[in-house]
């Protein structure tokens, strides 16, 4: 299966707006790295969504980009939602176009 470069949005907060730790991330991350060739953590943003009641929900989101095939990006989706508790979680394909070059030597 081809790999792609996909972003993974982790919120930053719990649904009762207590901060995740950063061992809560870490642990993320290392279960991440089990499954893609690696991650890249981007700055946190503001995000802003509807549920599927219409409920508008405002919060700080850390994109994440990982570079995998689509069956593992579907595991990471699951791992995310189960990790944080979350309702939904989104994740995108950025690129099929990624060139990974290793030095020789």
């Known amino acids: 299966m081809a790999k792609s470069l996909w972003e993974i949005l982790v919120p930053n907060y719990s ?22 060739a690696g ?7 503001k995000g802003q969504w509807l549920n599927s009641d219409a409920i508008l929900f405002s919060e700080e989101m850390i994109p994440v980009r990982v570079y995998c095939d689509e069956e593992s990006i579907d595991r990471i989706v699951q791992l995310t939602l189960d990790h944080y508790q ?3 979680v989104l994740a995108y394909e950025v690129s099929r176009n990624v060139k990974l070059v290793y030095r020789r030597g």
């Open 86 to 88: 979350q309702e939904a």
């Open 15 to 36: 649904n009762d707006g207590t901060k995740y730790s950063l061992d809560h991330h870490h642990g993320w991350d290392a279960k991440i790295r089990e499954i893609g």
């Open 39 to 45: 991650l890249t953590i981007l700055k946190p943003a």
